[in-house]
């Protein structure tokens, strides 16, 4: 209603009438409730030629709605509908622009909603021609809206039918079009007709391309005949369009992106994909299109035709490779004529020769891409195969009649020549995708490439050297490190002057290696480093090559991970030196124990993976040569050594620092998940022996940085293996740890403790083990409360939230017996217990609401009562509220704060009156004297504002009000900020009125600020302002804080709408504008609380004049704030806020009848002392009487020539004490203009000076130039003459 738009106006107004009408008949606002009225008042206006404002209102509101109207109403009101959309489009005048295109989008989704029979219908029919003629209506936005209708509906078929109905109607009309049209841009007699002709047909393509995925397989060939004889008119712009529907015909059918329509009276039926016989026909039509495509190959020089016309090429051999893949994989491969066959060898004779330098880069990048896929797609794996039996026959030497794999390898190392030199990353790109399509056959297929590529990468000319390393990548990945190697030998062991040291591939070889064999590892690669070590040891007095060597050796051993990464011949190169090896490293060279790990783990990741693959083993082979069953085999080769290296991985645990663990931990889950049970068993109780001895020996104490104790690092491998371990093993290890929860001497070790139960709670056997020894368990935690230790108290909290997920309904007196430890922990001071403090508090809650029995007898400190009491929500409330009456403010605190918390999370579940109750017994708090008790108080408080609903809060608003308002005077603990914000959101809630009735009269000026505040944030927001508005805001904020109702317990937080009902959003309005007069107009935005980007240091320049960044005073120039938000920032004149008496003396008056003011525009004021501060110290700098400091503590004051602007030809300086000599200037430098005291005064025409309104008489600026060395003019304070005025002496430089 706000917009000053006529047609939004419209809109607003209807829609307000709509759901008016809605709400007056007691009708439910839903989608169909919308659609009826709506269709009604249609009805109504559907023949008045002056309600077209009307129509279009409620044309853009059915356009919003129809998408969410349900299939079966669609479908009962189809005629009706139909009908008066039919009356529509017949109106004379026809509707405007925006009317049609909401028309379009009613017809759509009703005609996408109908079932087949309604297709037989000749009205639909009719709706559809109607859809055709607007597309290619000559307006372009309702042609572009009909044309994706079309698409749309087309493309959606009915359930169980491939071709949609009215794709009959589409291919009759367009093809009747397109051959009048053609006829008639040939025989057009004039140009204006001849457009016309021209014109229709592009909209006609344009319609064809969209639906091209859903044209008719019979219907191909005529469609093609028009479109190849498009070309032949010599018109640019149908030949482009004319290629660009072939690229759409050809194209793979996929899924189409037409609207969704919500079908809840219809069970999901898939859709049949297209049978064989279509498929057949589909590819015999796209191998006729193709071979009259071939024909039509456009100048090569041609930037608009090439590209498209290798986009067609592209994919139609790409979709005929498709179609002939199902047709094999289905079993019907004889089934594929011959002529289907792709002639790749024909193709890339044609088509490479585009990479000519002198062709357009448009040519250049389409042939590439062109290449690259029919490479991808159109190489068989039968040709793959073919070429590797014929290679293997010839014994690597060239055959007489070379097969495709060969005749395309020829093609590209011919790309290499000179004159396809600026193609030459083009072909390094098509190279790479041969490598990759070819895989593990690239050795020995292109084998060859590699010398190219190394001569070209030492070639001075050729700066692209990333591209060419991309490529060998690549081709180490495929062809293997062995082969490579042989073909370019790293050459660093021995190097000679004719051979070439390629140590740079190391890299390379790190990041591709993978899927190879470990042999050539452990027979060449480990030789070389162990050579290359011993020529380290040798180099004693060369430090510098003993670096290189060492680095070397870094570098040969980083391999290791890629080669262990699924090697194809584990079996026989995993033995047991290779082994030995292996572990002798880990324990001599610490360095390398990070590569080491995880070469190991990737061991036994990868082939689990292979064994979880649900590929054929026929595919695993081809792309990883190896199947399951030797996965499987390589599994159960590792178990052999899993024991033997679980026991180096302990030792090296040990003997590692806590912060350097990471990746053992991971290596020895891997092969703890490997082990034999029997392995398993045997090294758990070797670990628990050792972990028993260590308990009952003295450890002597740990300093800081030094390797934990022996206890401590067991009990680690005792955590890490307890996912592994059987029940026996893990019942003999809980009775081990419980005994350590009352060890309070040991923090550490308790901590652990806690750590290791829980992990026994996350697996299936340990909870089987806990639940059989809970009573035991639950009695240990009660009373180890006074023995747990703030470090341990994060792990016993999360202990106890699985304790209480275990409890029978029987066992509920827990709940009771622990609850006061974890009220009083949600106060605790590290952040993340808190967190699992409230989400056990929840979890509790959530317990004690499925229902239960608390057996008084059976909890240690509850008196009296019943001997049994229903467990239920409301007793969970009351036995919380039981530590209001806590001895201490913390206890009493923590309470009131988990009270807000299970209020929060609860108060749909409680009863309205309880609710009340502890609202009421809250006020008590508000008015309490300690501030602690105060603080949480008023935190419910806030929590109560947001997410219960207003009647319940209403009836304790004036105790709310009034309790609160007392704390608006205190600024400690920011309590006057909490109160203010909570008013705001009462006000938001209620209304001023309603909040500042309970306000006494002296602390209205809040509410009255409050309410001035929120105006303006209204008004900045109408101006187009940041800001938000404050209904919004209540929206937002009610909306998340109802989201999150599901138990929080075991997350990292305890819920984001908690925390943003508590704490987030604070203030909805800048404390900026609580100073801000109403009157001034200004437009203040919100203060962005993001993080700031960028950089937090900008320099201060002094209009166009270039700043010298060799002048020592360039530091004052720098500045913390961007120094167009300083000049922009509008500083209050503190100067102007006293009276002046007659003399210039300052006038402050005492009176204290702005205190109200005064107070609310403190911040501001504030903010504009610093301001100014800020300004004043940047004045000193830059006026004539400023002066900078130096290196070295020099002194520098601002010198004035004869200009009145700063000079620098003139230095004269001043040393502290103890500083260095002055450094004089050698020659002239830059001269900067300087603003002096009182520069603002003087007149811009005029010769003198002016008075400025607000501002004192400019005669009270006196400059001080004349007092300092001399000057030779200015005023003299001091009524001596110049012969009397001191000289300074000059410095002298200290010898």
């Not at 050729?462 to 030998?489: C, E, Y």
């Not at 391999?559 to 082994?579: H, I, R």
């Not at 054929?616 to 040569?625: A, G, T, V």
């Not at 992990?759 to 009573?775: D, F, P, Q």
């Amino acid at each position: 209603m706000s917009s000053k738009l006529p047609n939004q106006q419209m809109h607003a107004t209807t829609l307000l009438a709509v759901e008016e009408t809605l709400r007056e008949g007691g009708a439910e606002i839903t989608p169909t409730a919308y659609f009826a009225t709506l269709m009604s008042l249609l009805d109504q206006q559907k023949s008045d030629p002056e309600a077209e404002d009307m129509r279009s209102a409620v044309l853009n509101l059915l356009a919003i709605v129809f998408p969410n109207i349900p299939v079966g109403v669609l479908r009962s009101q189809y005629t009706a509908t139909l009908s008066v959309f039919t009356t529509i489009l017949a109106l004379q005048p026809p509707p405007t622009a925006p009317s049609m295109r909401s028309l379009v989008t009613c017809i759509e989704y009703l005609l996408i909603a109908q079932d087949a029979a309604a297709w037989t219908d000749t009205a639909t029919l009719k709706a559809l021609q109607t859809l055709l003629i607007l597309s290619l209506d000559s307006r372009p936005k309702p042609r572009k809206r009909a044309q994706e209708a079309v698409r749309n509906i087309v493309t959606r078929p009915p359930l169980m039918m491939v071709v949609h109905p009215g794709m009959k109607v589409v291919v009759k009309t367009t093809l009747q079009i397109l051959k009048e049209s053609g006829s008639g841009v040939v025989s057009a007699a004039g140009s204006k007709d001849k457009d016309q002709a021209t014109q229709m047909i592009l909209h006609t393509l344009q319609l064809v391309r969209m639906v091209g995925k859903a044209w008719p397989v019979e219907e191909f060939l005529p469609l093609c005949d028009i479109l190849l004889h498009l070309p032949k008119l010599n018109n640019p712009y149908l030949t482009s369009s004319a290629f660009q529907v072939f690229e759409s015909l050809l194209s793979p059918k996929e899924s189409p992106e037409a609207p969704a329509v919500i079908r809840q009276e219809e069970t999901p039926e898939q859709t049949p994909t297209e049978t064989m016989e279509q498929i057949v026909s589909r590819l015999d039509k796209i191998t006729q299109v193709m071979s009259a495509v071939l024909e039509l190959k456009p100048n090569v020089n041609d930037a608009t035709l090439m590209p498209l016309w290798l986009d067609v090429v592209r994919a139609g051999f790409v979709e005929s490779s498709r179609l002939q893949h199902i047709m094999k994989k289905a079993g019907h491969g004889t089934q594929i004529p011959q002529e289907a066959i792709i002639p790749l060898v024909q193709l890339f004779k044609v088509i490479f020769p585009n990479l000519d330098s002198s062709n357009p880069v448009s040519v250049h990048n389409a042939t590439v891409d062109c290449l690259k896929q029919l490479i991808s797609h159109c190489i068989t794996d039968e040709m793959i195969d073919a070429a590797v039996h014929e290679m293997k026959i010839n014994r690597g030497q060239p055959s007489k009649k070379k097969n495709i794999i060969e005749t395309i390898s020829t093609t590209i190392k011919g790309g290499f020549d000179i004159r396809f030199q600026s193609s030459w990353l083009g072909i390094l790109d098509i190279l790479k995708t041969f490598f990759e399509r070819l895989n593990h056959a690239a050795n020995p297929l292109l084998v060859s490439f590699l010398p190219i590529i190394d001569e070209l990468r030492f070639t001075p000319a050729f700066t692209q050297k990333a591209h060419l390393d991309v490529v060998l990548s690549t081709a180490i990945s495929t062809v293997g490190p062995r082969i490579f190697l042989d073909t370019l030998p790293l050459n660093i062991d021995n190097p000679e002057e004719r051979k070439r040291g390629r140590a740079w591939l190391l890299p390379l070889l790190k990041s591709s290696v993978t899927n190879t064999e470990l042999e050539y590892f452990s027979t060449t690669l480990i030789p070389l480093a162990d050579r290359l070590n011993q020529k380290a040891q040798e180099c004693r007095e060369n430090g510098m090559m003993k670096k290189v060597y060492e680095t070397l050796i870094g570098q040969i051993w980083s391999l290791v991970s890629g080669f262990c990464d699924l090697p194809v011949d584990m079996e026989m190169a995993f033995t047991k030196q290779l082994a030995e090896r292996f572990s002798n490293v880990l324990y001599s060279v610490p360095d390398l124990r990070p590569v080491l790990c995880q070469a190991l783990t990737g061991l036994v990741v990868r082939n689990q993976a292979i064994l979880a693959s649900s590929d054929s083993d026929e595919i695993l082979e081809r792309k990883y040569l190896i199947t399951k069953e030797e996965a499987q085999r390589n599994i159960e080769l590792l178990q052999q050594y899993s024991r033997p290296y679980l026991m180096v991985f302990f030792n090296i645990f040990q003997a590692t620092l806590p912060q350097f663990r990471g990746y053992l931990l991971e290596v020895m889950r891997m092969f703890l998940s490997i082990s034999t049970p029997t392995d398993l068993q045997e090294t758990f109780s070797a670990v628990l022996v050792q972990l028993n001895t260590a308990l009952t020996t003295v450890q002597p104490p740990v300093q800081q940085g030094d390797a934990p104790p022996a206890s401590h690092n067991l009990m680690d491998l005792a955590d890490i293996m307890v996912p592994y371990v059987d029940a026996q093993s893990m019942a003999n290890l809980y009775n081990v740890v419980v005994s350590l929860f009352a060890n309070d001497a040991d923090a550490a070790l308790q901590k652990k403790a806690y750590k290791i139960v829980n992990s026994m709670a996350e697996t299936e056997t340990g909870r089987v083990v806990l639940k059989s020894n809970l009573e035991e368990l639950m009695r240990n935690i009660l009373d180890t409360t006074a023995a747990a230790s703030a470090t341990a108290k994060r792990a016993r909290l999360s202990l106890i939230g699985q304790v209480i997920s275990l409890l029978e309904p029987t066992d509920l007196y827990f709940v009771p017996s622990i609850l006061s430890e974890v009220v009083v922990a949600t106060k605790e001071v590290n952040e993340k217990t808190r967190d699992v403090a409230y989400a056990l508090l929840v979890a509790m809650g959530q317990k004690m609401k499925a229902g239960g029995v608390i057996s008084a007898e059976r909890v240690g400190d509850m008196e009296g009562g019943a001997v049994e009491t229903p467990a239920s929500i409301s007793e969970y409330f009351t036995m919380v509220t039981a530590g209001l009456a806590g001895t201490t403010p913390h206890m009493v605190s923590a309470a009131i704060t988990s009270l807000s918390r299970l209020l929060f999370e609860f108060h749909k579940d409680l009863d309205p009156a309880m609710v009340s109750e502890m609202i009421g017994t809250m006020h008590l708090f508000v008015n309490s004297s300690n501030r602690e008790i105060v603080k949480s108080a008023l935190g419910f408080i806030k929590v109560t504002t947001v997410s219960l609903d207003v009647g319940v809060v209403r009836p304790h608003l004036q105790e709310i009000v009034g309790g609160m308002i007392r704390w608006s005077h205190e600024h400690k603990g920011h309590f006057k900020v909490k109160v203010r914000h909570i008013l705001e959101r009462l006000v938001r809630r209620f209304g001023y009125d309603d909040v500042v009735a309970f306000v006494p009269e002296a602390d209205k000026k809040l509410l009255i600020n409050i309410k001035k505040r929120r105006e303006r944030a209204k008004r900045n927001k109408k101006s187009g302002s940041a800001g938000m508005d404050m209904d919004d805001e209540e929206e937002t904020e009610e909306t998340d804080a109802k989201k999150s109702t599901k138990p929080l317990y075991m997350q990292t937080t305890f819920g984001s709408a908690y925390e943003d009902a508590l704490y987030g959003s604070e203030s909805d309005l800048s404390d900026d504008d609580e100073g801000q007069e109403e009157g001034e107009g200004k437009v203040q935005t919100k203060k962005s609380n993001k993080k700031k980007q960028g950089a937090d240091a900008w320099i201060k320049e002094d209009g166009d004049t270039p700043l010298d960044f060799l002048d020592r005073t360039v530091v004052s120039r720098v500045t913390a704030s961007h120094p167009s938000t300083q000049t922009a920032r509008k500083v209050k004149d503190l100067s102007s806020a006293f009276k002046t008496s007659s003399d210039g003396k300052l006038v402050i008056d005492d009176s204290d009848s702005d205190a109200g003011e005064a107070e609310a525009e403190e911040a501001d004021e504030e903010q504009m002392e610093l301001d100014q501060a800020e300004n004043n110290y940047l004045e000193s700098l830059k006026s004539l009487d400023g002066f900078t400091r130096g290196q070295g503590g020099k002194i520098k004051f601002n010198k004035t020539n004869k200009r009145g602007v700063v000079g620098k030809d003139e230095d004269t300086e001043m040393m502290d004490a103890g500083g260095p000599g002055p450094i004089r200037s050698k020659g002239p430098k830059e001269q900067r203009p300087t603003k002096g005291l009182g520069q603002d005064f003087k007149a811009k025409k005029a010769g003198g000076d002016m008075k400025k309104k607000g501002r004192v008489d400019p005669y009270a600026y006196v400059p001080l130039t004349s007092l300092r060395k001399g000057a030779k003019e200015g005023l003299s304070l001091t009524n001596k003459s110049k012969q009397d005025k001191r000289t300074k002496p000059k410095p002298t430089r200290r010898s």
